[in-house]
């Protein structure tokens, strides 16, 4: 029909998205045998819309692209799309919102609590006969602990609720909030994150990645902290500096740590990350749950239809900058 919607889906996601593009008829959905941009580059010259997984989005792809409107992200990161050149594009990017946080936090607690409670080393213990080991008393309860929550945006700040409730106290830290507003989630507040890191008796990251996070959590940040402290990182890849993660562990400088997110994805065999025991990875999972993947999949679907319709969530745009560049098609 005249007037369709050219969607390129590089990845496929779950059926539940899929189908909700695919019953409109005013959409022209495209899904490439492949992801790399050979199978799929054709189609930008016409292309209003796309819809991105893990495939990374230079700027090349948009300048191929002139007709593009929006990119729908699965997922919260945007680090796979060059932003500045959407900016300059003025390229709505938009991401699931809300659509995984609760998952993020489930996996966060499940990863505070196999760290505090042993769980893998036990599980390793009753396989290899050593079941008395539990009498050497490594496990910890979380009630009363303290936890430092870098970032309180969807995923923090729905943390600290649960935390909360679970007996700890928590230390919270965001730029983008005030010291009353830090309070009003139920967190301690602090300005500079460093300042606390004695205190805390468990990190953990939820901030995006960016220039001033790369490696925030490095050699002096370990070495400040208890050597009965636990990090986890559900964020990105390198917000902790791995290195210096690797070193505070074997140097005894806090105690264990968990990973769902490395800065190599998946980890090559030989990597160091793979041979310490007092580190528990998980392969950036924290989303890969069906509830999670449903819901996300709908989300990327509906920013592509809402954006047709005029009725785009302002909440799951990325960089606001470029709404007054989309007039009538942004709710709100």
Same mark, same amino acid.
């Given at each position: 029909?005249?007037?369709?919607?050219? $969607?390129?889906?590089?990845?496929?996601?779950?059926?539940?998205?899929?189908?909700?593009?695919?019953?409109?008829?005013?959409? @022209?959905?495209? $899904?490439?045998?492949?992801?790399?941009?050979?199978?799929?580059?054709?189609?930008?010259?016409?292309?209003?819309?796309?819809?991105?997984?893990?495939?990374?989005?230079?700027?090349?792809?948009?300048?191929?692209?002139? *007709?593009?409107?929006?990119?729908?992200?699965?997922?919260?990161?945007?680090?796979?799309?060059?932003?500045?050149?959407?900016?300059?594009?003025?390229?709505?990017?938009?991401?699931?919102?809300?659509?995984?946080?609760?998952?993020?936090?489930?996996?966060?607690?499940?990863?505070?609590?196999?760290?505090?409670?042993?769980?893998?080393?036990?599980?390793?213990?009753?396989? #290899?006969?050593?079941?008395?080991?539990?009498?050497?008393?490594?496990?910890?309860?979380?009630?009363?602990? #303290?936890?430092?929550?870098?970032?309180?945006?969807?995923?923090?700040?729905?943390?600290? $609720?649960?935390?909360?409730?679970?007996?700890?106290?928590?230390?919270?830290?965001?730029?983008?909030?005030?010291?009353?507003?830090?309070?009003?989630?139920?967190?301690?507040?602090?300005?500079?994150?460093?300042?606390?890191?004695?205190?805390?008796?468990? $990190?953990?990251?939820?901030?995006?990645?960016?220039?001033?996070?790369?490696?925030?959590?490095? #050699?002096?940040?370990?070495?400040?902290?208890?050597?009965?402290?636990?990090?986890? *990182?559900?964020?990105?890849?390198?917000?902790?500096?791995?290195?210096?993660?690797?070193?505070?562990?074997?140097?005894?400088?806090?105690?264990?740590?968990?990973?769902?997110?490395?800065?190599?994805?998946?980890?090559?065999?030989?990597?160091?990350?793979?041979?310490?025991?007092?580190?528990?990875?998980?392969?950036?999972?924290?989303?890969?749950?069906?509830?999670?993947?449903?819901?996300?999949?709908?989300?990327?679907?509906? *920013?592509?239809?809402?954006?047709?319709?005029?009725?785009? #969530?302002? @909440?799951?745009?990325?960089?606001?900058?470029?709404?007054?560049?989309?007039?009538?098609?942004?709710?709100?």
């Amino acid at each position: 029909m005249a007037g369709r919607h050219k $969607v390129i889906c590089i990845q496929a996601i779950h059926d539940k998205g899929m189908q909700i593009l695919r019953d409109r008829a005013d959409i @022209e959905l495209i $899904v490439p045998d492949s992801q790399e941009p050979q199978a799929w580059q054709h189609h930008l010259a016409d292309a209003a819309g796309l819809i991105v997984r893990v495939q990374k989005i230079p700027r090349w792809i948009m300048e191929q692209a002139p *007709n593009l409107k929006i990119i729908s992200r699965h997922g919260v990161g945007v680090d796979n799309i060059d932003m500045d050149a959407a900016r300059d594009h003025g390229i709505i990017v938009a991401t699931v919102g809300q659509a995984n946080a609760a998952s993020v936090v489930e996996h966060t607690l499940a990863l505070m609590l196999a760290l505090a409670k042993q769980i893998p080393q036990f599980d390793r213990d009753v396989r #290899t006969g050593d079941y008395w080991r539990k009498l050497k008393l490594d496990a910890v309860d979380i009630r009363g602990r #303290t936890v430092l929550i870098i970032g309180l945006g969807r995923i923090g700040s729905r943390l600290a $609720v649960v935390l909360n409730a679970l007996g700890m106290h928590c230390i919270g830290v965001d730029p983008a909030y005030s010291a009353q507003q830090i309070e009003a989630m139920g967190c301690e507040a602090a300005v500079d994150f460093r300042s606390v890191l004695p205190r805390a008796d468990f $990190v953990t990251v939820h901030c995006p990645m960016q220039p001033d996070t790369r490696g925030m959590i490095g #050699t002096a940040e370990l070495a400040a902290m208890k050597p009965t402290a636990y990090v986890i *990182n559900c964020a990105r890849g390198g917000i902790v500096d791995e290195a210096a993660l690797l070193a505070a562990l074997d140097k005894g400088q806090i105690k264990a740590a968990a990973l769902d997110v490395q800065v190599t994805e998946p980890p090559t065999p030989d990597d160091p990350l793979l041979k310490c025991d007092r580190l528990i990875l998980t392969p950036h999972a924290a989303t890969a749950t069906v509830e999670c993947i449903q819901a996300s999949a709908v989300a990327v679907a509906h *920013n592509i239809t809402e954006y047709f319709d005029g009725c785009l #969530t302002r @909440e799951r745009v990325f960089d606001p900058s470029v709404i007054a560049r989309h007039p009538g098609r942004i709710a709100g």
